[in-house]
C-alpha cells in the first residue's frame, strides 16, 4: 500500500507529535527540527526521546527531516554548514530515515551555475560522510538565483557528483507549478514527467511533497493551499500522482495551518484515489 503522510509541526514535544502523526493515522511524517515558537534547533529531553523512539520504532518506518533554511549549500557565502551538522545529529538521535534539503540560492555569486558547482562540492563532502541517512533534493519555486527550480539544474549537478545515485530526490508539485511546469495541464503534465526522468531520474524520486498552491502557474511564489482547493486542482493532482510511473512514491502533504478534521479530511481523500 503506498505511504501517504504529512508534515506536522514540532510544538511541545516529540512524544505529543508523534502521537498526533498516529491520530491522524498516518504512515509517515515530515518535521522540521526547529521549533516553530523559538526558530531554535529542537533540544528534547532525553525521556522525550525515549518515548519518541518506543513509538517510532513499532510504528513507523521512513520518517523525513526537513533541514531548516538557513542551511544553503549552493551560496558561496556562509552555507550553513554547522546548522547542517546541528541537524543531522538530531536525524540520527531521532532515528530518522531522510532528510529533505532545498537546494539553496547562489548567494554571492553572478550566475546560478556557481551555485550549483558549491552544492555539488558541499554534497560530495557530505555523502562520503553520511551512509546511512537518505538524502533528498527538492525542487524549489523561485528561479534566478534559486536552484533546482528548473529541473536542468539537477541534471547539470548530477555530472558533477562523484556519486550521483547517492543525492535522491523529493518533487513538490507546488514548486514545480509555481515555477512554470504547467501540471494542471494534462498534456503538460505528460511533458513534465518525460523532464523527470530525463533529469533526475524517476528511479531516483523517493518522495512527493503532494501540494496544491494558491499561486499561478509561473507565479514564482509558494504559498501552499488544500489539495483541490488551489490552482492545480484535485484531478491534476490525482492524475500525476497515480501516473504509471510514478503511483510507487509516497505522498507527503505540507497543508496550509488547519484543525485536525481538515488534515484527517486530506489524509483520507488522498488514500481515497487509490482504492479501486
Ligand atoms: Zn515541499
Not at 511564489?221 to 492524475?239: P, S, T, V, Y
Request: hydrophobic content about 40%.
Amino acid at each position: 500500500m503506498r505511504k501517504v503522510g504529512l508534515h506536522l509541526r514540532f510544538q511541545t514535544s516529540l512524544v505529543d507529535m508523534i502521537e498526533e502523526a498516529i491520530r491522524l493515522d498516518l504512515d509517515t511524517f515530515q518535521c522540521f527540527l526547529v521549533a516553530q515558537s523559538t526558530h531554535k534547533t529542537i533540544s528534547p529531553s532525553k525521556d522525550d526521546i525515549d518515548a519518541f523512539l518506543r513509538i517510532r520504532r513499532e510504528r513507523f518506518e521512513d520518517l523525513y527531516a526537513h533541514i531548516s533554511y538557513w542551511v544553503n549549500l549552493a551560496s558561496l557565502n556562509y552555507n550553513g554548514h554547522r546548522a547542517l551538522q546541528r541537524e543531522l545529529d538530531t536525524v540520527k538521535k531521532l532515528e530518522m530515515t531522510h532528510i529533505v534539503l532545498h537546494p539553496g540560492s547562489a548567494n554571492g555569486a553572478t550566475e546560478r551555475i556557481e551555485g550549483i558547482d558549491a552544492l555539488a562540492r558541499s554534497l560530495n563532502d557530505l555523502v562520503k560522510l553520511e551512509n546511512e541517512i537518505v538524502i533528498l533534493l527538492e525542487n524549489t519555486a523561485h528561479g534566478n538565483l534559486t536552484v533546482g527550480s528548473s529541473l536542468q539544474d539537477f541534471y547539470l549537478l548530477r555530472k558533477k557528483l562523484d556519486k550521483p545515485e547517492k543525492v535522491r530526490f523529493c518533487i513538490d508539485t507546488a514548486h514545480a507549478y509555481a515555477y512554470g511546469y504547467n501540471i494542471a495541464d494534462l498534456s503538460e503534465q505528460e511533458s513534465f514527467i518525460r523532464l523527470l526522468d530525463e533529469t533526475v531520474g524517476i528511479s531516483n524520486i523517493e518522495l512527493f511533497h503532494l501540494n496544491d498552491t494558491k499561486k499561478n502557474c509561473g507565479s514564482r511564489i509558494d504559498r501552499h493551499e488544500m489539495i483541490g482547493d488551489g490552482a492545480i486542482g484535485q484531478e491534476a493532482l490525482k492524475n500525476f500522482v497515480l501516473h504509471e510511473k510514478l503511483a510507487h512514491i509516497p505522498l507527503l502533504m505540507e497543508l496550509p495551518l488547519v484543525e485536525y478534521a481538515d488534515q484527517r479530511a486530506m489524509v483520507q481523500l488522498v488514500r481515497s484515489w487509490h482504492v479501486q
